[in-house]
């Protein structure tokens, strides 16, 4: 373990308000005694603090970032977070010195029905060596394939979701996206999402046009439209390689493959192999035989039999792995996909596995970061009702936000994909600031300066923040997933963007005879002369091309029978007026409609 003295203390003299504290940086994890330390303060103090919100520790154990930070804030800290730590695998990838080349991790996107599911079965189906006996036989979420003697990964799970929220830690897990796209389809809303994503997270792409073997299929037309979003093909002047394949005849699949591999070569993946692993969970799953497994791609490091982990909360040890094939194995390499055996709990699906030294960090990391997650604001869910609300009330269609995400991955997708976000009134979202870390006071105050809400990105609320919010109402909206927050935001947006009433001239006539006339209420015999009247219609009146007035119409009438619409006739109208109406006049009538404002692509 790393002496004390060689984390940063920063104390920021200038400028001190209320609200900017000092500032320490804290590593991913930290012994108790050395973040006493650190906070200048005994260590009993920090012990009886962690007991009081209820995390049993002694001087030696340690905790992760998120607790030290709460720790850290509430002795009247800002806690930041880097430094040297040697528990975990976060210590050792900068120090890891050889990088050696890695397979490439491939995520198909595209449209729903586009051929997604039929491409990866196909592959896994033809490519894939026979399962050996004696292994797991169940399905697993990820497999491997070999192209000109090199491995290449693929994530079985298609969908833009799974993108996301697997990116969205931060170290995203795919390396090239394949966008498919059907031949007799063409470009759709999916498959601009997909584009949308994979521009936001810098991935190379490679379209595959599926389903060549139907009769609509239009290559040429798909190119086009690709064109459109700037997906640029070789024939378009751009670079993007694409391939025609069919999942049911296969032809084009090893071309594709091809492709893969030489855009992969030009990415030069590589990883380091030594250190402690990391991997990201891909999926898990529960098994009655073997207790609680997830799926792992190895993203650094060698992942081996009995190692130690932590993965978000939950920790465990590796009792045993399989590879795809069912097959045992005893240690993994980067971008191997893996099925790990010997969670103690569940893990969550995106959740980084990181190896620790031995199974008591392990266990103490998972402990401490229960105690923080407990402590951190639950889900923006609860705040989004209130804000639609006041959202509908407010003109002008911008929405201000403070954005605040736990790596600059994540921000910088996130960015990416509110900067498509737009209403056809020319409404769009405002980052008025950014940054990586918890919300503190300072974004609190930021958004209350700024008429804007906070929205938090795998990131924490700072006790001091939270209270702060709450006595002045600011909205803190939080998420774990990209795409449940740009769906929320356009939500928003679209709330912001307001109503717009839409006025049709549908009909005119003309009043024939005023049959009744009371202060509110009266029936008008009116000729239609052009176009249809309808009960839900407004009644305007004109005299000698000036408005006079206008109201609802109650009932429509056709000599004595009541009808649902006039066209072209003599009908008798009862409407809601309260003004005078004169033989002669001239009737409109108006449809009203209230649209509201749409995003726009
Ligand atoms: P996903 O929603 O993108 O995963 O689409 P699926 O793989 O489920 O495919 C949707 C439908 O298209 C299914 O009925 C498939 O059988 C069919 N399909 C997929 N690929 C092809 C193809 O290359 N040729 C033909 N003729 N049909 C295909």
């Not at 008591?360 to 639950?378: D, E, N, P």
């Not at 009744?516 to 009960?535: D, F, L, N, Q």
């Not at 004169?582 to 404002?597: A, H, L, P, T």
């Amino acid at each position: 373990m790393a002496a004390a003295s060689s984390f940063i203390y920063i104390y920021m003299e200038e400028n001190i308000s209320q609200f900017e504290r000092p500032e320490v940086v804290i590593p991913a994890v930290i012994k108790v005694t050395e973040l006493a330390h650190l906070l200048d303060k005994p260590v009993t103090e920090v012990i009886h603090y962690l007991l009081k919100n209820g995390l049993l520790v002694t001087l030696n154990d340690n905790i992760d970032f998120d607790t030290a930070s709460i720790v850290a804030d509430d002795f009247g800290f800002q806690a930041k977070s880097g430094g040297e730590d040697t528990a975990t695998a976060d210590a050792t990838e900068e120090a890891a010195g050889e990088l050696v080349p890695r397979a490439p991790v491939v995520t198909i996107m595209g449209h729903v029905d586009h051929g997604k599911t039929s491409l990866l079965d196909y592959i896994r189906k033809t490519k894939v060596a026979e399962k050996e006996s004696g292994g797991i036989t169940q399905h697993m979420g990820s497999y491997q394939v070999e192209c000109r003697g090199k491995k290449i990964t693929f994530l079985d799970t298609p969908g833009h979701e799974a993108f996301g929220s697997i990116r969205a830690q931060g170290t995203k897990v795919t390396d090239i996206v394949i966008l498919v796209v059907a031949a007799d389809e063409g470009v759709k809303p999916q498959t601009i999402e997909a584009i949308d994503l994979t521009k936001a997270a810098n991935v190379p792409v490679v379209v595959a046009v599926t389903k060549i073997d139907r009769p609509g299929a239009n290559i040429e037309k798909v190119k086009q439209e690709l064109a459109q979003q700037n997906i640029l093909t070789e024939e378009w002047g751009g670079k993007i390689p694409l391939v025609s394949v069919s999942a049911k005849t296969g032809e084009g699949v090893d071309q594709l493959l091809e492709l893969v591999c030489l855009t992969a070569d030009l990415a030069e993946l590589k990883a380091p192999v030594t250190g402690l692993a990391k991997g990201i969970i891909i999926e898990a799953q529960q098994d009655i035989k073997v207790g609680q497994s997830a799926t792992v791609i190895v993203k650094s490091g060698i992942l081996k039999i009995a190692d130690a982990f932590v993965a978000g909360s939950v920790y465990g040890k590796v009792r045993a792995m399989y590879d795809h094939a069912g097959k045992r194995i005893e240690r993994a390499i980067p971008s191997m996909p893996v099925r790990v055996i010997g969670f103690m709990d569940p893990p969550q699906v995106g959740e980084m596995l990181v190896v620790t030294t031995d199974e008591k960090t392990a266990r103490q990391l998972a402990a401490s970061r229960k105690v923080a997650a407990g402590r951190k604001l639950t889900g923006g869910k609860a705040d989004f009702g209130a804000l639609v609300e006041q959202m509908k009330s407010r003109q002008g269609g911008n929405l201000n936000v403070v954005l605040k995400a736990d790596v600059q991955g994540s921000l910088q997708a996130i960015t990416g994909a509110l900067a498509n976000l737009k209403t056809n009134r020319g409404g769009a979202i405002n980052i008025i600031n950014e940054g990586i870390g918890n919300i503190s006071e300072s974004d609190v105050l930021t958004a209350q300066g700024g008429d804007a809400f906070v929205v938090g990105f795998k990131v924490g609320t700072l006790p001091g923040a939270a209270k702060m919010a709450k006595k002045e109402n600011t909205n803190i909206l939080s998420y774990d997933i990209i795409y449940n927050l740009t769906d929320d935001l356009s939500k928003l947006l679209v709330e912001a963007g307001g109503w717009e009433r839409i006025e049709t001239i549908e009909a005119t006539g003309k009043v024939l005879k005023v049959f009744m006339s009371t202060a509110k209420s009266k029936i008008i015999g009116v000729k239609v002369t052009k176009g249809e009247a309808k009960k839900d219609y407004l009644f305007r009146v004109y005299r000698e091309e000036e408005k006079i007035g206008e109201g609802a119409i109650k009932k429509i009438q056709s000599v004595a029978e009541e009808v649902a619409s006039a066209a072209s006739g003599d009908f008798g109208f009862m409407v809601d007026i309260n003004f005078k109406i004169k033989e002669g006049d001239r009737v409109d009538f108006v449809r009203v409609e209230n649209v509201q404002s749409q995003l726009i692509k």
